[in-house]
């Protein structure tokens, strides 16, 4: 069963790069069915999708971002990395890193990992 | 970009109540909404995919309908493990936007 991990400092500079890493355990994302993605949700707040990357390494990101992220996947397909640049304390949240599974209907979310609060404080 | 809107925000309700939460679309988006529960300090959980298909192990007592702008999801008998807030979210379109979440507590 797939499992994904989180991990990365838990404290940010301001205007410093946040940098975070999902290992994928039982399985990789090698095949065509799958997207890796990355959701954040600041603390008692909603969920935003940051952008997901394919297996053929093409990227999706949120405009809302303004450019700041960027997702890559190793080379053996089990690590996906998300960076994001100039933060501020409103890129404050937990980051989950989640399998989006592609279907001839709809595309959902379908495993998570734990997630990883990053805080951006000086 | 999709605008998600959920009503209630908030609802209290007994074990055994049959509870709907409400989830709209700014734009037509077919079936292309799915629906998440969190529950606090844990990753959100896919319950329904494709406004109506139950995801594997989910109980049946988890039912979404809806197309185009509205969208529903009902429990039909609380269960005391369904406590936690539920969100709908829009695949049809990039980028993926979710609702705002429905928390759902004890009566």
């Known amino acids: 069963q797939l499992q994904l991990q989180e991990s990365g400092p838990g404290l940010v500079k301001p205007s410093e790069t946040l940098s975070l890493t999902c290992s994928v355990s039982g399985g990789s994302f090698s095949s065509s069915d799958y997207y890796c993605g990355w959701v954040r949700q600041p603390p008692g707040k909603g969920l935003e999708w940051v952008g997901h990357?394919?297996?053929?390494?093409?990227?999706y990101y949120n405009p809302s971002l303004k450019s700041r992220a960027t997702i890559s996947l190793d080379q053996s397909r089990t690590q996906v990395s998300l960076t994001l640049t100039s933060v501020t304390a409103a890129d404050t949240a937990v980051y989950y890193c989640?399998?989006?599974?592609?279907?001839?209907?709809?595309?959902?979310?379908?495993?998570w990992g734990q997630g990883s609060l990053v805080t951006v404080t000086s | 970009d999709i605008q998600m809107t959920q009503s209630p925000s908030s609802l209290s309700a007994s074990l055994g109540d049959r509870v709907t939460i409400s989830c709209r679309a700014s734009q037509s988006i077919s079936n292309y909404l799915n629906w998440y529960q969190q529950k606090p300090g844990t990753a959100p959980k896919l319950l329904i995919f494709a406004a109506s298909s139950l995801e594997g192990g989910v109980p049946s007592r988890f039912s979404g309908s809806g197309s185009g702008t509205d969208f529903t999801l009902t429990i039909s008998s609380l269960q005391p493990e369904d406590f936690a807030i539920y969100f709908c979210?829009?695949?049809?379109?990039?980028?993926?936007?979710f609702g705002p979440g429905t928390k759902v507590d004890v009566k």
């Open positions: 979210q829009q695949s049809y379109s990039t980028p993926l936007t």
């Open positions: 989640a399998r989006i599974s592609l279907t001839e209907t709809v595309d959902y979310f379908d495993s």
């Open positions: 990357i394919f297996y053929s390494r093409s990227t």
